[in-house]
């Protein structure tokens, strides 16, 4: 059974790859306004709920989000508020009733020392994927003009190990990071496409529990 310090542990080594599209594939974000609606929603969630957020993209039919909860417990109740208030927005103001999301979101969780940087690039690449733009820090709805242009915004809170692993100034390491997310590999983004279990060693995995459909740090046993 896992020590306190353990759990404490894994806590500071936790974070989640978080995943949600519309119903059906239908557009979630039809204006610049329904974008910025839903970041400034998730900005006042993520601090009433003390939630840390690194690395997201907002698509126009889904979202990735990479985020770190104090208390992962509260990961499904948080999510669902978010949704339901931003459903709600889109009732009122495009006058339509039924489902607006395709179900339940999807949450990964990604052990931080070893793949916080490979999935934060998975996410913000998504656009180039998508063949929206050319450069992902060119995509006005997600974290990679933070890291890559210094550009602040409502969400973003920098990657715990961004300075260590990215040195010099400030110039040259969003020169290093542009760097980093054009030498994106197939065999990596597979690791994040399905989110099919947890991304760590096996010690992480073995502190993990499932918990009705999420993983969530295991609780100290008697």
């Not at 896992?2 to 557009?27: M, W």
């Not at 910025?36 to 989000?65: C, G, R």
């Not at 490979?118 to 997600?142: D, M």
């Amino acid at each position: 059974m896992p020590s306190s310090a353990r759990t404490h542990q894994l806590k500071e080594s936790l974070v989640y790859h978080i995943f949600n599209r519309g119903d059906d594939k239908r557009c979630l974000f039809h204006s610049d306004d329904d974008y910025q609606y839903f970041i400034n929603l998730f900005s006042d969630y993520a601090k009433t709920q003390e939630v840390v957020i690194y690395h997201w993209v907002l698509m126009p039919n889904h979202y990735h989000l990479l985020v770190e909860f104090k208390e992962p417990e509260k990961m499904s109740s948080m999510m669902a508020g978010l949704s339901r208030a931003y459903v709600h927005y889109c009732h009122k103001k495009y006058n339509f009733v039924g489902h607006l999301w395709q179900g339940r979101f999807k949450s990964q969780p990604i052990q931080k020392e070893f793949y916080i940087f490979s999935c934060g690039r998975y996410i913000e690449r998504n656009p180039v994927k998508a063949n929206i733009v050319t450069n992902a820090w060119e995509y006005p709805y997600s974290s990679a003009a933070f890291y890559c242009c210094d550009k602040k915004d409502n969400l973003t809170n920098e990657n715990p190990l961004f300075s260590a692993i990215f040195t010099n100034e400030s110039a040259e390491q969003q020169k290093k990071y542009k760097e980093y997310l054009s030498a994106f590999n197939a065999e990596e983004e597979g690791l994040f496409r399905n989110m099919k279990g947890p991304c760590g060693s096996r010690e992480f995995q073995k502190r993990l529990m499932l918990n009705e459909g999420r993983f969530l740090p295991r609780r100290r046993g008697r």
